[in-house]
């Protein structure tokens, strides 16, 4: 489990890293990793927002997500909802691996980020960069368009 707490010094690499990879319209890549479809859905009173996106490895190396952060999320999480005995459960994840060639779907009911504490930039309608981590160092920087409760 990797938790990151924002700080200035954390919001400041976050800004070298947007300088550094090539961000548009929602559809990021770097090292051959491709981050699509990227959106969160906002709920009210600051509850714990789910961020979902797929994830397209068009390299030819396994890739393994171990983390992810955001301005917009003091604390953002990997988190896997599985269904027990018929009431959803959700468990951090300590990484998520993408074979060269396959796409990873983080969808509701499954795989999803956790934004635990969202921020004052989480605004419906908003887009908000989410820095996503791989094993060996790479890191990818897509928008992820913020929404209400029903997706929209
Ligand atoms: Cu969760």
Redesign the pocket.
Known sequence: MSIRYLNSNTLHFTAMIALAVIVFGGHAQAAGVTVSNGWIRKLPANL?A?GYFELHNGGDKAVSLTGANSPACGML?L?Q?KDIGGMEH?SDVASVDVAAGKTVTFAPGGY?L?CMHPGPALQIGAKVPVTLNFRGGTKVVADFAVRNAGGK
């Open positions: 714990p789910a999480m988190h909802s959700m999803h956790m």
